[in-house]
């Protein structure tokens, strides 16, 4: 019994030496690697970092590393006062390099289908159907008039000129069968939105409460309204007056 304990102590101080050896081996083996090659210092990710961070708001999210010259990815960033200002554009994995490329304007990453809010106004989001919404043609920068029809039977123009900041859900080019592009490329009719649209418009407090109103408690329309669209004659309509309206 004695001797199978000593065997097995033996044995595990064995196996610790070698890992041990082991061990240094495969760290020796590095430094010579490293002591042959020229280094370099890069910022590598070590956390995701998500598009829209500010480079100002990096630091936590990188490391300094030396790696051999020949693995450092051209265009990256040394110091992040050469990115000042700018924001990510993509999101950022950790292990990868730091590189100027995937940083820019704010502007970048907004993209055409956003506008931004005018100072003072805050937003607010409905969904519509596309026939409620010019047929799903709307896009951020046109202005709307937002129109309320409850279910007492009463209809009124209650907003003109609201700013439409974000359209998601909007109507793409579909392939035509022959494999071409149709009307949203300039070809053919323009193909019918089959889906409800996500509207975001800027508006005051009262104005917002309009719209929730209107989605709440009736149906809500929008009419494409330019600058130049003559919104003057509005009134309640209701089944006694719609007559009236429509032949006077």
């Not at 064995?14 to 042959?36: C, E, H, I, M, P």
């Not at 970048?108 to 607010?124: N, S, W």
């Amino acid at each position: 019994m004695r001797r199978r304990i000593l065997a097995a102590v033996a044995a595990l101080v064995l196996l610790l030496v070698g890992a041990v050896v082991l061990l240094a081996y495969v760290r020796g083996a590095d430094a010579r690697a490293l002591a042959g090659a020229r280094t370099v210092e890069v910022l590598v990710v070590v956390e995701p970092i998500p598009a829209g961070t500010p480079a100002d708001g990096l630091a936590e999210f990188l490391s300094l590393e030396p790696i051999p010259a020949k693995a450092a990815v051209p265009g990256r960033v040394a110091d992040l006062a050469e990115i000042e200002g700018q924001v990510a554009l993509v999101d950022l994995q950790p292990g990868e390099q730091l590189l100027a490329a995937r940083f820019g304007s704010a502007d970048d990453i907004r993209g055409p289908e956003i506008v931004d809010v005018p100072k003072g106004l805050q937003e607010v989001s409905i969904l519509l159907e596309p026939q409620r919404a010019v047929g799903g043609r709307l896009a951020a920068g046109d202005t709307v008039g937002v129109l309320v029809s409850l279910s007492d039977g009463r209809t009124h123009a209650v907003l003109h000129k609201v700013l439409v900041t974000q359209v998601q859900g909007a109507p793409v080019a579909a392939p035509a069968p022959d494999g071409t592009e149709t009307a949203a490329a300039g070809v053919g009719p323009a193909p019918a939105p089959s889906a409800s649209l996500m509207l975001t418009f800027a508006v005051t407090a009262a104005q917002a409460e309009a719209v929730v109103f209107g989605s709440e408690h009736g149906t809500v329309w929008l009419s494409l309204e330019p600058e130049d669209a003559d919104v003057s004659g509005t009134e309640v309509i209701t089944p006694d007056t719609i007559y009236g309206k429509v032949f006077s």
